[in-house]
């Protein structure tokens, strides 16, 4: 039997080698999708390459809105009507919350302006601000409590107690001079003149003669130290007036009266007929001399002032409320002057003390 040899083709090896290759229709299929997968990366990156662009463009177009100026012509009032204006005047979009916005108004605008400028200067004063969404929409929000109340501190209340002279009060105060109930010089029909304490302090003024003396229209005649005349428009006055009350004290006697002005606030002197109005006073007009009323809080003063012929002056005022609740005032002024007269062996000593006390009966004065 003649032997045979095997072809190194047809080995066992070689046969299961090509048997294994029945495989490799299985990896070439898979090997083709790789073209459509191409397609389909391709066709991806194309549509995200489109959108990119728009959404970009959209931003900008937003951001450009945003950003361009309009011209606005918005009275000030209503803040629900300004908004409305400013929705028509720029063309944006803006949510309102009606209760946010009621009762509050808006200063106004005219101009040109971007819509967040427009919107910030509209809202200045009334708490709220405005914010943008990714949309473009403005919606209205309350401020943040720091910049509402702009980091301002808020303090205890502070109640002060005691009264002063307002501006109103000493520029036009109330006088009983011309009328027999206070009124203001505007309501007084006649000239009236007020010397007050500050300007008998500026004058260094020590008795009513010297007081008058720098009042318009008024003349003084000194007959001697104890008999003064006063003259208004050339009328001598007949008699003096004390906190607005005729008094029968001729002015001649003035010094009855008091030689010094320490017991006295202020001087009111009303130039001419006097008597049309409050039944009381000469031709040429009336003097009506204020006193001393006790402060609702505490004050003290004292003066010293020392001049020639061994002229010497010594005045002390204390006041203020005599319990705790204030109800009960008290004043008290002492005042003593000395001088040597022109002749020798002469000299004169006035001394003057003066109080007050003041009750509160009610808890309101009326």
């Not at 203020?320 to 109800?327: D, F, H, K, S, V």
Request: aromatic share 4%; glycine share 10%; charged share 15%.
């Amino acid at each position: 039997m003649a032997a045979r040899r095997a072809h190194p083709s047809f080995s066992p090896t070689s046969r299961r080698h090509r048997d294994t290759g029945v495989c490799r229709p299985a990896m070439l299929a898979r090997h083709s999708w790789a073209p459509v997968a191409q397609a389909v990366l391709w066709v991806s990156m194309s549509a995200m390459a489109w959108a990119l662009p728009a959404s970009s463009q959209a931003q900008s177009t937003q951001a450009a809105a945003a950003e361009s100026r309009h011209r606005f012509d918005i009275p000030s009032g209503s803040l629900d009507q300004a908004l409305g204006r400013f929705g028509r005047q720029s063309g944006e979009a803006i949510s309102v919350n009606a209760a946010l916005t009621a009762g509050l108004n808006s200063p106004g605008l005219r101009g040109s302006y971007t819509a967040g400028d427009a919107l910030r200067r509209l809202l200045s004063g009334t708490g709220l601000q405005a914010v943008r969404d990714n949309n473009g929409e403005y919606t209205l929000r309350p401020l943040p409590v720091s910049k509402a109340n702009g980091n301002v501190a808020t303090l205890p209340a502070v109640t002060v107690l005691g009264t002063t002279e307002t501006e109103a009060e000493r520029l036009n105060p109330p006088l009983s001079v011309g009328s027999k109930t206070p009124l203001t010089q505007r309501e007084i029909p006649n000239s009236v003149s007020v010397i007050t304490q500050q300007q008998i302090m500026a004058q260094n003024a020590t008795s009513v003669d010297d007081v008058l003396k720098y009042a318009p229209g008024v003349a003084v005649a000194l007959a001697n130290p104890n008999d003064t005349s006063y003259l208004v428009r050339g009328f001598p006055i007949t008699a003096i007036q004390l906190d607005g009350v005729p008094t029968t004290i001729p002015s001649s006697g003035s010094a009855t009266v008091a030689d010094d002005i320490a017991m006295f606030d202020r001087v009111e002197v009303l130039r001419g007929p006097a008597g049309l109005f409050n039944g009381f006073g000469g031709d040429g007009g009336a003097v009506n001399l204020v006193r001393k009323r006790a402060p609702s809080a505490f004050a003290a003063s004292a003066d010293l002032s020392v001049g020639t012929y061994a002229d010497h002056r010594e005045q002390v005022d204390i006041g203020g409320p005599l319990n705790e609740a204030g109800t009960l005032r008290g004043r008290l002024v002492a005042v003593q002057h000395d001088q040597h007269l022109m002749q020798e062996g002469s000299w004169q000593r006035d001394q003057q003390v003066y109080g007050t006390l003041e009750a509160d009966l009610t808890p309101t004065p009326t």
